[in-house]
């Protein structure tokens, strides 16, 4: 039987540096928006879906979901 959801480090370590970029342009983004001056609760704001997208789009690839496509 075909294991769906490998669980090897290499799946996670792939997932990571795919979502890396991602993240990274999100915190830059809340960054800038803080040097700016904008009232800090709008950089707060945003930070709640910048993670989360990138926590579902780890998920994403760690498990497997984007090479299942058929």
Known sequence: ???RFPS???DRKR????VLPFLALGLADLALLLVWG???LWGFA????ILFVSAL????FSNGFVDDRE
């Open 8 to 10: 090897g480090s290499r």
């Open 15 to 18: 997932a990571t540096l795919a």
């Open 1 to 3: 039987m075909e294991d």
């Open 46 to 49: 945003i930070l709640p879906p």
């Open 57 to 60: 789009a780890w998920i994403a």
């Open 38 to 40: 904008i009232d800090p």
